[in-house]
């Protein structure tokens, strides 16, 4: 199950799906201190064994754990590093309706490898119960993320508090990286995804705008070479059987966005020159642009087409998506050409606004489309 022949596959997804409700009444309880940590992680073993049943009956041939056991698709695994601790925020994060509750990730130290964090047990458990007969999906945020979130100025600590040469944090934060992936590995994991906002938000001017960097063409690139950097750092001299994907988009929390624009500005360092396998890609709305931007893939890179919303519970025409699927044709082949939603189905714990019903139709939309267009 470990050649890079074998992932992605045609009708695939992005990893997160919504939580049951048994779920969201344990994590609540939880926090409430009415159940313990042992409590909790029963209800939680039930419904990721539940989950990757009904991933299996889909057909899907990827499998994640659904990152049931997360509150944040990012957070959680920033805090599990050594050198990150847990942060109270002055305000979440900013979406275009709505604002996340305020929680992020601090600096606290030198970034290192944790051989004891808490997702190596978290995909032991996911790989045990999907079995041999499909992959299992490992999602975690890219470096390039963790270090725009180590950047933030309203962090409680500053880099500069633990680093007087930002090229060591560089350097550490590759290496707990791939120490970190390489313990994947280890424990059967062949399909690392990185997800990655960081070049979504460079695409969208009003994002940077707000940020105070766009009127800078020098700084944004800047930052994409040095996201180019951090990523492809990270991920080198990997096995050669261990696929690596990355997961593209602006902002997905509980149905709404963060960013819009092309990924024309980004696309010649992105595309172009970022090592991985896969591009799991944004483009369910007119917000992601076009595929010109698609030109720039290098080599025999897969890009995998996100052009079904998660956000929604309205199904796609079919004939509408085939269609578009055959204009991307004019920068990708068919045959390095794949389908997905465009993100997950729940980035945080609150998730998208849609029933569980409708999420597996989604699903089924990707796996009928894909079938008509592949074979």
Known sequence: MGSKNNAPFRADVVGS????EELKKARADYQAKKITAEELKT?????????????????LQCVTDGEFRRSWWHLDFFWGLEGVEYQRAERGYVFHDEETRAESASISGKIRFNPNHPFFDHFTFAKRTAGDDVVTKQTIPSPSQLYLALSWPENKYKISDFYTNEEELYADIADAYRKTILKFYELGCRNIQLDDCTW?????????????????EEKINSLKQLFLKLNNAAIENLPEDLVIGTHVCRGNYHSTWAGSGSYEPVAD??????????????FDTERAGGFEPLRFVSGNK?????LITSKQPQLEDKEYIKQRIKEATQYVPLDRLYLSPQCGFASTEEGNILTEEEQWKKVALVREIAKEVWG
């Open 302 to 306: 897969k890009v995998v087409l996100g």
């Open 17 to 20: 799906f919504l939580r049951p």
């Open 269 to 282: 360092a992105l595309f172009a020159k970022e090592n991985v396998d896969a591009y799991f890609l944004e």
């Open 200 to 216: 979504g938000m460079l695409c969208s001017k009003e994002y940077m705008t707000a940020k105070g960097v766009t009127a800078d």
């Open 43 to 59: 209800v939680e073993d039930k419904c990721i064994t539940d989950l990757i049943r009904k991933e299996k009956a889909a057909g």
